[in-house]
């Protein structure tokens, strides 16, 4: 028996890490675009608590780009008001938000955050959002995006 014990001690944080959090093993899709940032459409800004990724967007830039493991993250809090800070690159845009609350490795319609149309370039603009009380605990992903001249944007 203490044999066996060992044994599953021992295979314990293996299993944590495969199974404790949905989060570790989810894999997240990468999002489309056709122009990239050649014409001046990217995000410029995000701010939510500690996360202050401001100024790292322009031309030239990756379409997509992951943060995950780059920037602070930010604490939130089941049923509690939030505001994230978007600033826009260098043309007109729309922007929106997404925060896998189930944790499931799909930003779902239902995690949309918010959308904001036609921010000026190098404007600031406010999704307020409520953080559901049936969000897992844990560490999560969310997704920001910018695109030119599309409403009810896609994941």
């Known amino acids: 028996m203490q044999q066996k014990r060992h044994i599953l001690l021992s295979l314990l944080p293996l299993l944590l890490f495969l199974i404790?959090?949905?989060?570790?093993?989810?894999?997240?899709?990468?999002?489309?675009?056709?122009?990239s940032t050649s014409a001046d459409d990217y995000l410029d800004g995000v701010m939510m608590g500690a996360i202050n990724n401001t100024g790292t967007g322009g031309n030239g830039q990756p379409g997509y780009v992951d943060y995950t493991t780059t920037i602070p993250t930010a604490s939130l809090t089941a049923g509690t008001s939030n505001t994230l800070s978007l600033t826009n690159g260098g043309y007109v845009g729309n922007l929106a938000a997404w925060i896998d609350y189930n944790q499931d490795g799909v930003f779902d319609a239902s995690e949309k955050l918010g959308e904001l149309i036609s921010i000026p370039a190098g404007a600031t603009a406010d999704i307020i959002f409520n953080v559901p009380i049936s969000a897992l605990g844990g560490g999560t992903r969310m997704r920001v995006r910018e695109v030119f001249n599309i409403t009810n944007i896609d994941r």
């Open 20 to 35: 404790g959090s949905n989060g570790i093993l989810a894999q997240y899709c990468i999002p489309t675009y056709t122009d």
